[in-house]
């Protein structure tokens, strides 16, 4: 309309100068028109990419809940079973239990309850399996954000990994070892594995505790760390890793006392030292469990932006 006008006007005068500011008013026209149809353009780009960084965020969220949900799931289904065991084991064997109150090794004695038991706490140790690698990688890249310029404690703190490794891949062998091969198979091999299962798992746990509180005293000089180590499920995951390794000690203490001659009956020493038993487990378990939020952000943040490394907008 307005290049219309611009015409009329300028064919009905006859001064060269009327034609040339005419003729500047079109080429303004036209200019302004470009102008507009590119930012049309950009503002359709600038939608599209936030739509884009939106569906991958989101995206990356589901894929989060995916993984993060079996470490969950998955190692809370095996307390469950040790209760439903145990309970089970009573109704089954009303005669035993009127002797002595029954450990988990006896409850899966019997194939009834043994079976499924064994299923669930394979699935648990393949979630552990598959989520430590994820989060060994994020340690070791913590470590080496951390250490900048110290060696020594770099050296220092990656050798406790190394050896963190090593333990709880004895610990996760030992519980599968003594759930697949239980008492009605052969006692010995039980009962090794649950030796191995009760004491690499609790220096596993101390490990992950040493080295988380030693991490989290050092200063990271970039602004993006690859765990929260300051949250406040951190500081639980940390203290319980303590916790549970007292847990594991006691049971020990029970176990070494549970056939001596006490001041207290022993059906009742024995019945404490089994239900501490399941106490102790289901501390283990739980600390596991509590690096469910890591697994999802740190599966968020590869999905999203292709990198292990979390976000910094993440870490508040």
């Keep these: 309309m307005t290049r219309l006008l611009l015409r009329q006007h300028c064919g009905s005068t006859k001064h060269n100068s009327v034609r040339k500011a005419c003729r500047a008013s079109r080429i303004i026209a036209d200019r302004e028109q470009a102008l507009m149809r590119l930012c049309r353009k950009n503002c359709c780009a600038r939608r599209g990419l936030s739509m884009a960084r939106e569906r991958a965020t989101n995206f990356g969220a589901a894929a989060g809940l995916l993984l993060a949900a079996p470490v969950v799931i998955v190692p809370g289904s095996a307390i469950a079973m040790m209760i439903w065991a145990r309970w089970a084991f009573y109704q089954r064997h009303p005669d035993y239990v009127q002797q002595s109150a029954p450990t988990i090794s006896r409850a899966i004695s019997d194939p009834f309850i043994g079976e499924p038991f064994a299923a669930v706490i394979l699935a648990v140790a393949c979630v552990i399996a598959l989520a430590l690698v994820p989060l060994c990688n994020a340690y070791f890249a913590t ?4 250490t900048e ?3 020594a404690t770099r050296a220092s703190l990656r050798r406790l990994m190394h050896v963190f490794i090593v333990v709880q891949f004895c610990g996760t062998l030992g519980m599968v070892v003594c759930t697949q091969v239980t008492f009605r198979q052969n006692h010995d091999i039980h009962m ?3 030796y191995f299962f009760f004491v690499f798992q609790a220096i596993a746990i101390l490990l992950s ?6 991490l989290v005293h050092l200063r990271s000089r970039q602004g993006c760390p690859y765990l929260r180590l300051e949250s406040r499920y951190s500081r639980i995951r ?3 890793a303590f916790v549970t390794v007292g847990l594991a000690l006691f049971y020990l203490v029970l176990f070494a006392i549970k056939g001596f001659d006490l001041p207290v009956p022993e059906y ?3 019945n404490f030292y089994t239900i501490h038993e399941i106490v102790t487990i289901s501390a283990y378990i739980f600390h596991f469990m509590l690096y469910a939020p890591e697994v999802f952000r740190m599966t968020r943040s590869l999905v999203s932006t292709g990198s292990w490394r979390l976000e910094a907008q993440t870490m508040a």
Aim: no cysteine; glycine share 14%.
């Design 268 to 270: 009742d020493v024995y």
């Design 238 to 240: 940390r203290y319980l």
């Design 192 to 194: 090794i594995g649950s």
């Design 149 to 151: 310029g110290d060696p």
């Design 143 to 146: 470590i080496r954000l951390r």
């Design 209 to 214: 505790g040493i080295v988380a509180t030693r």
